[in-house]
């Protein structure tokens, strides 16, 4: 291959050296806080006048991470539970031999099952788009499960008939982490009174929340935790992701790559270069260039002449 200038031949040797990768922390990690909010609504839809709607808030809190497992709390409940980060297997708590909800292995296909607290989950959507009021739009993996049930008797005078249950829940795309959930039940409640023989009435549940921004930043860099998850790649346990003498929030003010030590892709890393997003090779080592070429080649007609008075 043929090199014309001195930019290509920076641009080549680069591309044979440089790696750009993406530095992140272990998800979850210590101090990681998961907080989701939504609502729970109950539908008579033969009577809306008794309809009913509640808020939900879950809050989570992880710490304690070693040999592979963390710690998770739940703030509303006030109980904790150790978790295997990889199996995602509960080893403590009320579902001790299950597999925890919160967060999933990204690297799954369509129709692949998920266990989700001890109920098999089925990949729906592994590129699903949805939007989180906090967060904008995001590229999901989306998971389903369904059950239905013809007959539930409550007990002598009364059963849930027809009965359909649909859990959907999206994780994000590159962190596994659980964004927005929903279940629905409809079902026909079916009553029988003694005096008024038999009545049914149509009924619907809905649960569903989605992750909210919390502004927990523990690196203290003026990004918050899932801001840098979610937008950047970056990671939330170090000011400066990327190692490359300029903190995050800076890089990315100035239109940096906060996970790229070099982002215009010269022979000097981000905190190191005069005009970082510019591959173009500063003036002076062109000027030192031609000198050291005009040297040479002067070296090269002395030499000669030298020789030439020898003879």
Do not use: C
Request: charged share 25%; no cysteine.
């Amino acid at each position: 291959m043929e090199l014309k200038n001195i930019n290509q031949v920076i641009l080549f040797s680069i591309s044979l050296i440089l790696m750009v990768s993406m530095v992140s922390a272990t998800i979850p990690y210590d101090g990681l806080t998961l907080e989701w909010d939504g609502s729970y609504q109950f539908k008579n839809n033969d009577y809306p006048s008794v309809n009913s709607e509640s808020n939900l808030n879950y809050l989570y809190l992880y710490s304690n991470l070693q040999d592979g497992k963390i710690t998770q709390k739940s703030v509303d409940e006030d109980n904790e539970e150790v978790i295997d980060i990889e199996s995602r297997e509960l080893i403590t708590g009320d579902y001790i031999g299950n597999k925890t909800s919160q967060w999933i292995n990204t690297d799954v296909a369509i129709g692949d099952k998920i266990q989700i607290l001890g109920i098999d989950y089925v990949v729906k959507s592994t590129s699903d788009k949805i939007y989180l009021r906090d967060f904008g739009n995001m590229e999901t993996i989306k998971v389903e499960y369904t059950k239905t049930i013809d007959s539930f008797p409550i007990d002598s005078t009364e059963r849930y008939e027809n009965m359909k249950t649909t859990n959907l829940v999206w994780y994000d795309k590159l962190t596994g982490l659980k964004l927005k959930a929903k279940s629905t039940t409809t079902y026909n409640h079916v009553l029988t009174s003694e005096y008024l023989g038999e009545s049914s009435y149509s009924k619907e549940e809905i649960e569903e929340y989605e992750l909210k921004e919390n502004n927990v930043d523990n690196d203290k860099d003026g990004i918050t935790d899932l801001r840098e998850l979610f937008e950047y790649q970056t990671n939330p346990l170090s000011k400066d992701s990327d190692s490359d003498g300029i903190e995050d929030q800076k890089e990315i003010e100035l239109g940096l790559n906060p996970i790229n030590e070099n982002t215009d892709g010269d022979l000097w890393i981000d905190g190191k270069d005069s005009n970082p997003l510019s591959s173009a090779v500063p003036l002076v080592y062109y000027i030192v260039g031609l000198v050291l070429i005009l040297g040479l080649v002067g070296a090269f007609f002395w030499f000669k002449s030298s020789k030439k008075k020898k003879k």
